[in-house]
């Protein structure tokens, strides 16, 4: 068990006491005499609440162990308590429990599902050749009959074939220009050009001079910012420059006054030798004569 320090034993000591409080309370406040889920619920709670009183009065009881020659007996007005309030609470638990029903299954109360028919083939028709098929056959298949008369290879005209006057008895004026020719049902049979490709066509073909025309734009303007770039890196060259013969300038001033200034400081500092010394041989030679003086 870890140790604990002296602010938790009194917390657990005032925690102890709120949690016997509360529970009373619980017992004298609510109808325990209703049987219901929300009845249930509250007791279960309340157990729990019990279970954390008797672990709190546990810890007190152990922490309190070494500094009280008894220490039982200051918790003996608790554990009863607590003793009467559980068995209050398991009472109402017994009650509440045996009075629960289970509710009735809903799986007997569903109907029982139907198996699947199986799908029903749709009858299909035989394929049935026109030109062999018997007439009867046809008629009851509901097809049209070809006419006896004249053969399908029969029905168009080569070039080199006449028309005869005996197939128009009754148009005999009309001109023969008039008649339906090879070339023209050729060109009739064949299919128009799509419209949507020459859409197509013409859609790509003005996205190709919208993107034509962003890259043509595009590329002068890379042409205009790497023209603007070289003249703003003239400009900066020609700054560094001048900066740089500056520097050059200002170091050779620089070297040239620091020669200056070190033949100065020699100067000065030999000046300054001599101007001891010539203050010392006549502070020296001022004492001589007068020592001269006084003693002779």
């Known amino acids: ?13 005032i925690n102890l006491g709120r949690l016997v409080k509360s529970l009373e309370g619980l017992v004298a406040g609510e109808e325990w005499q209703e049987s219901g889920s929300q009845t249930w619920i ?27 020659s008894n ?6 007005d608790v554990r009863s308590s607590l003793d009467r309030l559980e068995a209050v609470f398991r009472d109402v638990e017994k009650r509440v429990s045996s009075k629960r029903f289970r509710p009735e299954a809903l799986l007997p109360t569903l109907p029982t599902p139907e198996p699947p028919t199986p799908p029903t083939p749709k009858a299909t028709l035989p394929l049935l050749d026109v030109d062999t098929a018997p007439r009867e056959t046809l008629l009851s298949s509901g097809l049209a009959v070809p006419n006896t008369a004249f053969s399908t290879h029969d029905l168009l005209l080569s070039p080199s074939d006449a028309v005869p006057d005996s197939a128009y008895p009754h148009h005999h ?26 859409s197509i066509l013409q859609n790509s073909r003005a996205i190709q001079d ?14 205009r910012n790497a023209l603007h770039f070289s003249h703003a890196l003239e400009t900066d060259k020609a700054v560094v420059q001048d900066a740089q013969a500056k520097l050059e300038r200002n170091y050779g001033v620089m070297r040239r006054e620091r020669g200056r200034l070190g033949e100065h400081h020699a100067r000065s500092w030999g000046m300054a030798g001599v101007w001891v010394v010539s203050v010392l041989v006549v502070v020296v030679g001022f004492l001589l004569a007068f020592f001269v003086i006084r003693v002779t």
């Open 1 to 13: 068990m870890p140790v604990q320090t002296q602010e938790q034993i009194v917390h657990d000591r």
């Open 42 to 68: 509250g007791v279960q709670a309340a157990l729990h609440k019990m279970q954390y009183a008797r672990k709190l009065l546990y810890k007190v009881e152990l922490t309190t162990l070494e500094s009280s």
């Open 71 to 76: 220490p039982t007996s200051r918790f003996d």
């Open 173 to 198: 004026d009309r001109p023969p220009a008039a008649l339906p020719s090879k070339t023209r049902r050729s060109t009739s049979s064949q299919p128009a050009p799509l419209a949507p490709t020459s």
């Open 210 to 223: 919208e993107l034509s025309s962003h890259l043509a734009h595009m590329a002068s303007q890379l042409r």
